[in-house]
């Protein structure tokens, strides 16, 4: 065990000292050494897991903020790395040589595929679940087989933090035999009372399998649900988040103002997740407000830019998970000017090279299909297949616009479009586009 801590903290500084994070190339060299290293380590009182199908990252990112804002000694895995081997990286290199953590709290944005690894016999203290959904099909299948993933490699010991406006994932009150504490968001002005997607994970009871019936819907099947035939619903909830206002970026958590650092309603999920999970390892409420309404955290995603007179928004957007895409493009419509809009990406996933593209068709591109919307640029290796999903969404042709040369982003979106712009990409197209937007702005200054 020694030996590969010492490899990972080496392996890691030799990264630094090439202008390299360093999250994952150490975690791969020490797993593949000895895969049942982390069971070796000997944790904090508090060792705190984050996963689910979409807001993991910023949930975790929150969780922190609050931690740290009030002094508490906390390590996570803030590159967001949270495979196997990234999650190494960073449990190693913050161990004494003899696998003693060295920290307080222990932190973790986790694959839901890859918790079994990280925690075969050491258990999380807690798990936030921030929901369950259609996510890179061509690796997860099913929501429910990415259910069974996450809960085959739990036994008791962990205390569940679940989101229960998602029934697929309530359904472990019926068999979990450890703590479940649960969130949820009451009805605001955006949510609906029929479906209006036709890409629903969880429509039927996961007790009784009738079909479930909605008080109202959020998004997705997130919502206020029950069951006719059974006694199955969401049921109370521990942490409830009502005066949803999103346009002033506040809501009440059990009654409490806190302030939200985006005007979009993931955000309003990521905040009571986080409060939640504080919560329950005693932070007090008056610390947890301080962090979220005084020393408020600025967001990471959905970054504001200037070139010259028109404002870009870069929304990043969770390649082969629909709901993330509903997301920013509910944000993109409910901004009422006149606007451009950026899709594309040039890598399905990071992960792995299926390149399957059929998650284009769960996603409400027929959202775009608005008179604000001036022209729709298609970057990316899939452009084309992008392109031809919006044709599908009857979005006139002539808005449509596809750039072929990647260095030639902006300068295009300058010439053709004389409103501001709102990217709706994956990661990898954002860095490209920021990167053009600082050069450009650095040389007109």
Known sequence: MTFQIIVNKLITFVCKLTGKNGTVIPGTFSYNIRQNILEKIKYPKYVIGVTGSSGKGTTTNLI?????????????????????????????????????????ILLLELDEKHIHLAFRKNKMTHLVITNITRDQPARNGSPDLVYDAIFDCLDGQTTLILNADDPGLIKAKLNYPGKIITYGLEKTIDSYLEDKTNSLDNTYCPKCHKKLIYKFYHYGHLGNYYCKNCNFTRGKINYMGTNIDLNKQTMKINNQKVTLNKDILYEAYSTIAAFAATSEINIAPQQILYALNENIMPPKRGNKYQVQNKNFTLLESKNENALSYYQSLKYIINQKEKKSVVLGFDNVSRRYKFNDISWLWDVEFELLN?????KIFCIGRFKYD????????????EKIILIEEISEILNIIMIQTKYNIYTMVCFDMTAILKKQILEANNENN
């Open 64 to 104: 922190a903020h609050i931690l740290k804002s009030n002094g508490y000694d906390v390590v996570y895995n803030e590159f967001g790395s949270n495979g196997i081997r990234g999650i190494t990286t960073t449990i190693l290199n913050n161990c004494t040589i003899f696998g003693h953590f060295k920290h307080d």
């Open 370 to 374: 608005n008179e604000n919307i001036d």
């Open 386 to 397: 992008v392109a031809n999903r919006l044709t599908y969404a009857h979005i006139n042709t």
